[in-house]
T-cell receptor, first 114, second 117 residues
Framework: DGGITQSPKYLFRKEGQNVTLSCEQNLNHDAMYWYRQDPGQGLRLIYYSQIVNDFQKGDIAEGYSVSREKKESFPLTVTSAQKNPTAFYLC?????????????FGQGTRLTVV | AQKVTQAQTEISVVEKEDVTLDCVYETRDTTYYLFWYKQPPSGELVFLIRRNSFDEQNEISGRYSWNFQKSTSSFNFTITASQVVDSAVYFCALSEATQGANSKLTFGKGITLSVRP
């Protein structure tokens, strides 16, 4: 089945540790996105990538890093510099990064930092 | 800068009631796109509808209908005869055409809809 797979579904980490969230898609989509969701805050864009080996910062990129070495993969690293990393993280993709294309979302990773 | 406001945060209705979810947007672009997504308890967002700024026709899909009014910058969503399965968080979103290949979705804060049996 085609879709977006995020893993793991739940992730626990100690404060000060870096952690990488996985996002894989087999939809052959060019564009991929990472969003952060906090209660009452909606979805905020962290990073996005329109093509392989290229990505741009979103609205809240500080404390995060990404790579796009393959079309189907867009991992997100939450670094120790992120002051409040506990949140629900959603990965999405679209056929192309244009305004009129809808995005398809994964089931999310809930990160808890203790 | 683009902005989406969903003033309602939580709505609770009894099954079979009609419910309207409000969405107000801000943009300087003349060409833009509006979206509604549903987030069930499982977590992933499910696409419901896309509307471009030049098409103000209302749309109906089964129990769902959308009312787009440029004059008031609103794109409201109505569920007729609500069902328990409609319980979810609903997001309105906006993207601007001038961003071209760098377009991105800006989301509202979401409305949590609870439908009680």
């Amino acid at each position: 089945d085609g879709g977006i797979t995020q893993s793991p579904k739940y992730l626990f980490r100690k404060e000060g540790q870096n952690v990488t969230l996985s996002c894989e898609q087999n939809l052959n989509h060019d564009a991929m996105y990472w969003y952060r969701q906090d209660p009452g805050q909606g979805l905020r864009l962290i990073y996005y990538s329109q093509i392989v080996n290229d990505f741009q910062k979103g609205d809240i990129a500080e404390g995060y890093s990404v790579s796009r070495e393959k079309k189907e993969s867009f991992p997100l690293t939450v670094t120790s510099a992120q002051k409040n990393p506990t949140a629900f993280y959603l990965c999405a993709s679209s056929i192309r990064g244009l305004a009129n294309t809808e995005a398809f979302f994964g089931q999310g990773t809930r990160l808890t930092v203790v | 800068a683009q902005k989406v406001t969903q003033a309602q945060t939580e709505i609770s209705v009894v099954e079979k009631e009609d419910v309207t979810l409000d969405c107000v947007y801000e943009t300087r672009d003349t060409t833009y796109y509006l979206f509604w997504y549903k987030q069930p308890p499982s977590g992933e967002l499910v696409f419901l509808i896309r509307r471009n700024s030049f098409d103000e026709q209302n749309e109906i899909s089964g129990r769902y209908s959308w009312n787009f009014q440029k004059s008031t910058s609103s794109f409201n969503f109505t569920i007729t005869a609500s069902q328990v399965v409609d319980s979810a968080v609903y997001f309105c979103a906006l993207s601007e055409a001038t961003q071209g290949a760098n377009s991105k979705l800006t989301f509202g804060k979401g409305i949590t809809l609870s439908v009680r049996p």
